[in-house]
């Protein structure tokens, strides 16, 4: 979608869209060079599910060929509200270790405030 293009137009993304209404339910952001899910976005977290597995559907079905050769899975960092999900739709996990630094400009704002469970983090961020 064009309207995505500012911040992804590198990458593979696909909008789900509600049969009824049409309106915007989420989207999700395949990188076209690793397969790594860069991003997803629900309107709430009973969403989660549905946008991923039409993501995952959109991409296997019809725009396979947008993703570069060699390209043979799709990955995505199992954070908290993620993990269930990625499990019923049959992700594997694998170990892999990133560097992830946090600045905090409100020195008031403690990590325990906002314990990393409930971080929303993906590689596209």
Known sequence: P?????????????ETRSRST??????????RTTGLLMDLLACDRTHLEPVLAHT????????????????NQLKAMAIPDLRAVLKRLAFTPVDFMFAFCVHFIDKELMTQDIPVERWYIAPGD
């Open 2 to 14: 064009r309207w995505l293009n500012w911040r992804q137009g590198g990458d593979c993304v696909v």
């Open 22 to 31: 049409g309106s915007l339910v989420g989207y999700g952001v395949v990188n």
């Open 56 to 71: 995952l559907w959109q991409i296997r079905m019809h725009r396979r060929t947008e993703l570069e050769a060699g390209v």
